[in-house]
């Protein structure tokens, strides 16, 4: 379930006032808020509406579990999640591009594979950490 709804979230999801809606017998969770789809089902079950009609309204349903999900924060816009991603990519890999030029110079110097690996490894780790350093908070 994406999430719950407040009484007047849910009066007007099915179209009647808030103080109709406490006075019915809707179901209701625990908490005394109220589950989209199982408000929409009770409402018009009892109604004998064709199920074109029902069908409507359990797209409401969701439709309206989707935009109280987004209000919520609870989902996140798919091209804003890719944009950011691509910049991270992006970045991680100039960074990790930039490495051979940095080190070259060392690298030539070392007759060691240990000391290249070594010295290989550490601006790694260190680009790394640095990148996950930049985007925590994002």
Known sequence: MIGRLTQQEAAWLIGISPRALRDMDAPRAEDGSYCPRALVEWRYRDKGFTSQRERLAARQAERAELDLAVRRGELLDA???????ATHIREARDRLRGIPSKL???LAASRDP???????????DFALEDLANTHQST
């Open 104 to 106: 070259a110079s060392q």
């Open 114 to 124: 240990n000391e290249v690996a070594r010295l290989l490894l550490t601006e790694i």
């Open 79 to 85: 091209n804003e999640v890719g944009e950011a991603w």
